[in-house]
C-alpha cells in the first residue's frame, strides 16, 4: 500500500513563499509521476505541477513561473516550491502518485494553503 504524507501548508501572505513536501513510501522510485493538485471550496480538483522519474514536469496554467516541482530520490520526497503566491491559489494541495501514467493513483490526505491579501 502506497502512502503519501504531505506537509508545508499554512498561511501566508500574497507575494509570499511556501515549500510543499510529500514523502511517499513504499514504492518511491516505482512511481512514473508524482504530482500535485489542488481543490478550492466548491471548485474541482486541478492539476498543479506533475514531474516524472525522467523530471520531466508539466504546470498548470496559472501557476507556470511561479511554482516549481521536483523531487529528491535520497529522501523519497517531492516538493513544490510557491513564490509570488496569490489569494486565488488558497485550496487544499494533494500529493498524487501514479505507477502507470494516465492512471487515477495514489492520493494523499491534503494540506491547506491559505493566502491572505
Known amino acids: 500500500q502506497v502512502q503519501l504524507v504531505e506537509s508545508g501548508g499554512g498561511l501566508v501572505q500574497a507575494g509570499g513563499s511556501l515549500r510543499l513536501s510529500c514523502a511517499a513510501s513504499?514504492?518511491?522510485?516505482?512511481?512514473?509521476?508524482m504530482g500535485w493538485y489542488r481543490q478550492a471550496p466548491g471548485k474541482q480538483r486541478d492539476l498543479v505541477a506533475t514531474?516524472?522519474?525522467?523530471?520531466?514536469?508539466n504546470y498548470g496554467t496559472s501557476v507556470k513561473g511561479r511554482f516549481t516541482i521536483f523531487r529528491d530520490n535520497a529522501k523519497n520526497t517531492v516538493y513544490l516550491q510557491m513564490n509570488s503566491l496569490k489569494p486565488e491559489d488558497t485550496a487544499v494541495y494533494y500529493c498524487?502518485?501514479?505507477?502507470?501514467?494516465?492512471?487515477?493513483?495514489?492520493w494523499g490526505q491534503g494540506t491547506q494553503v491559505t493566502v491572505s491579501s
Open positions: 513504499p514504492s518511491f522510485f516505482s512511481m512514473n509521476v
Open positions: 498524487n502518485a501514479k505507477l502507470i501514467p494516465g492512471s487515477a493513483g495514489y
Open positions: 514531474i516524472t522519474n525522467s523530471e520531466s514536469t
